[in-house]
């Protein structure tokens, strides 16, 4: 392919401006189009960033663009996505893929259907450590996986590290399941649970605990009612027999944005703390585990989703993480969300 990969950008957001930088910068793209509800917001981050044209309407994008990157809040994922394969264009979706399971296999079978390019932006794939991970398991370094644990933290409740939540509209609506959020279990939870599963593979069922803590008098800030769980505290199996605890919340204090794995077999161990860097592996492993010390690897950097998005469809190879693995993560959320209901342990099918 000779030409630059005329790529578009549907909503404005904070995430549009990462994926902004990402088209800028490879070699192989161009960002062509912009669009927004509001069309002032979607021109000025056209002139920002040097795309010629902005819309309001995703349909009037089509004919500038060859793919299309989808950046709008997670309710909009799956009808605009849907529109955008159906015109024979690549998507890269956000997460979540969708908002349900049903929705998110749609998209899938689209995606198929139209024999386009199709990615879900687990962005934190991106780190070389993850990677090398994946890779040692796969390849039986660690002999059998057996236990682990992962986490997601982060403090915007607590703190004022990422602004004032109770003044912004773009962290209000988190906080509020009328206005489309999933809660941390959806927000962020998704990318922990991924995280977890790119290593050890698929789930086998989850026990889930949702919480939701008082953050304001009756409940209520302007039009938004706070009820969207606030943290997560999820019992795994795994398909390949590891089992282990999954939790995420926005209430850790002193915890910025921190994921963290710790996988272990019966031949080795591994742990991943991404505040340490994306590229860090800490590994026991050989003689060391009978000592139990740890060696520190720094891993080689690897291509970014973004990146995989691009080879795909220059090459036509399809690249991980697919919209058939987003529905596959959607499925275990929507089963964490029933395993709180009924407070039963929900088989993933």
Known sequence: MAKKIRIGIIGTGGMAHAHARDILRHPHTQLTAVADIDLPRAQAFAAKFGAPFACTDQADLFDHVDALVNATPDAFHAPL??????????VLCEKPLATNPADARRMARAAAKHRVVNLVNFSYRNSSALQRA?????????????????SYLQSWLSSTVWGDWK???????????????????????????????????????????????????????????????????????????AVGVIHTTRW????????????????????????????????????????????????????????????????????????????????????????HRTGKTIPIR
């Open 81 to 90: 996505t849907l529109r955008a394969l159906a015109a024979g264009k690549h």
């Open 167 to 241: 003044t912004s509209d773009a962290w209000l609506w988190r906080l509020s399941t009328r206005h489309g959020s999933l809660g941390v279990l959806g927000d962020i939870g998704v990318h922990i649970l991924d995280f977890a599963a790119f290593p050890l593979g698929p789930f086998a069922s989850v026990n889930c605990h949702l919480h939701t803590f008082d953050k304001a008098p009756g409940g209520n800030i302007g039009p938004y009612t706070l009820d969207a769980n606030d943290s997560a505290v999820i019992h795994a199996s795994m398909q390949n027999g």
């Open 252 to 339: 850790a204090t002193g915890h910025k944005n921190s994921l963290s794995l710790r996988i272990f077999g019966d031949l080795g161990a591994l742990r991943i703390e991404l505040d340490q860097g994306f590229d860090r592996l800490d590994i026991c492993l050989g003689r060391q585990r009978h000592r139990a010390e740890w060696k520190t690897v720094t891993c080689s950097p690897t291509p970014t989703n973004f990146d995989r998005f691009v080879r795909a469809i220059r090459t036509g190879n399809p690249q991980p993480p697919d919209f058939a693995h987003g529905a596959a993560i959607q499925t275990v959320i929507d089963a964490c969300f029933r395993s």
């Open 134 to 150: 994946h890779a040692l398991i796969a390849r039986g370094d660690l002999g059998r996986p057996l236990h682990f644990e992962a």
